[in-house]
């Protein structure tokens, strides 16, 4: 609960949501770890997901985009709003076609959580890592924090939309 009332703080700073997002993902650092993170904010109408957060913005910037039809990981976590987990190489190579770039930053695992509101999945935190190195991970038991990034994509939303 440390992480949770860190993160809760961190809505209060400035700027939002960029101090929201890096509170959020300084806790899923600490547990269960990552090598690559990113937030993604999900765009229906344009059939893709926005990045919003990244730990790498030299190879995935900020606003870059991905598009999701036919992506096993977007059909789990965005379509079915379920968790989605790319245990090893050859589970991140079939599901992500930017899988090339992920091996060359060394992972090869990948979780997918869907964050929700309101009964619509509004983006995902994305976590990559070695290989099976989630395996062993309750990852349900991220669900409360996942869910705390409604309010800085909520924020981003509204900023985007109204300056």
Same mark, same amino acid.
């Given at each position: ?13 400035? $700027? ?15 547990? $269960? ?131």
């Amino acid at each position: 609960m440390r992480s949770v009332a860190g993160v809760l703080r961190a809505f209060a700073d400035t $700027p939002q949501p960029d101090a929201g997002f890096s509170a959020l993902m300084a806790a899923f650092f600490d547990d $269960p770890g990552y090598r690559l993170a990113t937030i993604l904010q999900h765009d229906p109408e344009a059939a893709l997901c926005r990045r919003v957060w990244t730990n790498d913005p030299a190879r995935y910037p900020i606003g870059g985009a991905k598009p999701v039809a036919d992506a096993p990981w977007a059909q789990a976590a965005l379509f079915e709003a379920r968790i989605f987990h790319a245990p090893d190489e050859d589970a991140v190579r079939a599901a992500y076609a930017d899988h090339a770039i992920i091996a060359s930053l060394g992972c090869a695992s990948a979780v997918n959580f869907p964050v929700r509101w309101n009964g619509t999945v509004i983006g995902t935190i994305n976590l990559l890592h070695d290989a099976r190195h989630f395996v062993s991970v309750d990852l349900r038991s991220f669900e409360t924090l996942v869910q705390l990034a409604t309010a800085p994509l909520i924020a981003r939303g509204l900023l985007a939309t109204y300056g």
